[in-house]
């Protein structure tokens, strides 16, 4: 195989990597953010409910507790805005599944295109860097925790496909060279 056919079969499986890395760790931000949501929807609407209450509002012995609990309900939206879980979900969902869709298409590239002509495989790979280029030019970064988080899912073999694992000519036949 040519070096420079094999220094591009390197480079796609570099960001097929780091499309993987990208993606789970978004889609582990996604899923914190949504427990988030849920709660700083709901808590309010019940810390209302109990402020509200007829049964202990009339109570004295229970007055303090319907102040408290109005305050926390009308509190839990600040404090949602404060500690800004207020991102744009469904930025994060795009840009988590569109670096999951990035990772399928550079192996695809390395894996399929690599095997043709090396023109068709460079532009292919110039292509996919281009949407690489443009999904980074969102500036987005989860919290550190998150990739630590994905790097260990990553790590336990979450995401590892049993087809890659049986040894298949097919898996093997574009490894990368022993040195």
């Given amino acids: 195989m040519e070096q420079r056919t094999q220094n591009l079969i390197d480079e796609c499986r570099r960001m097929e990597e780091s499309c993987l890395y990208t993606s789970t760790t978004l889609f582990e931000w996604l899923k914190s953010l949504r427990r988030w949501r849920v709660f700083f929807i709901v808590t309010p609407i019940v810390l209302g409910g109990v402020a509200t209450w007829p049964l202990l509002s009339k109570q004295d012995d229970y007055k303090w ?83 630590r988080k994905a790097q260990e899912k990553i790590d336990k073999g979450h995401y590892n496909f049993t087809v890659d694992e049986r040894g298949s000519p097919a898996s093997t036949a574009l490894e990368p060279q022993k040195k």
Avoid at 89 to 106: E, M, S, V, Y
């Fill in 65 to 147: 507790l319907t102040g408290v609990c109005a305050l926390l309900a009308g509190m839990a939206p600040a404090i949602y805005k404060a500690l800004d879980f207020d991102v744009n979900l469904n930025g994060i969902a795009q840009h988590a599944q569109g670096a999951k869709a990035l990772q399928d298409r550079f192996r695809q590239a390395w894996r399929v295109t690599a095997l043709g002509n090396f023109d068709d495989f460079k532009k292919e790979f110039d292509d996919l860097m281009a949407r690489k280029d443009a999904a980074r030019s969102s500036s987005l970064v989860a919290p550190e925790r998150f990739f």
